[in-house]
């Protein structure tokens, strides 16, 4: 599996999700898109623990994902998996919408938000093993 790391230029070695830099492939466990998957699992949690979604902070989700979305686009091939990355976008904005109405839509909307993210590892993945990093 390949993983992406956003590098700067503090420390080359160290996997980033902010800064500036540049982005870097290394075969490990995928992390990459951090904020779709941390944002989905953070809802499921809290809805789990009763939390009203008036109280979960949802600002900070959207700045982390137009941060990677940035990163992202910054790649010379990332065009070529802009659908994916629109379905990730519908799958957490699904996850949010699902908030107020049963259990079961709500794990429905959580597993197609994490659908779409292990779509868009899988298709960068084969990219990147097809094609390498860099076209």
């Given at each position: 599996?390949?993983?992406w ?6 420390s ?40 009203e ?5 949802t ?54 938000a ?22």
């Amino acid at each position: 599996m390949v993983a992406w790391f956003w590098r700067d230029s503090s420390s080359s070695r160290e996997p980033k999700t902010s800064g500036y830099g540049s982005f870097a492939c290394r075969r490990q466990p995928a992390t990459w898109p951090p904020p779709y998957l941390q944002e989905a699992a953070t809802a499921n949690d809290r809805r789990r623990a009763g939390v009203e979604k008036s109280h979960v902070e949802t600002a900070t989700y959207v700045v982390d994902r137009q941060k990677a979305l940035g990163r992202f686009r910054t790649l010379p091939w990332s065009s070529d998996f802009e659908a994916h990355r629109q379905a990730m976008g519908r799958g957490i904005e699904g996850v949010w919408r699902a908030w107020d109405e049963s259990d079961d839509e709500f794990q429905s909307a959580y597993k197609s938000a994490r659908a779409a993210v292990s779509g868009f590892m899988a298709a960068v993945g084969a990219q990147i093993l097809r094609d390498g990093a860099y076209r």
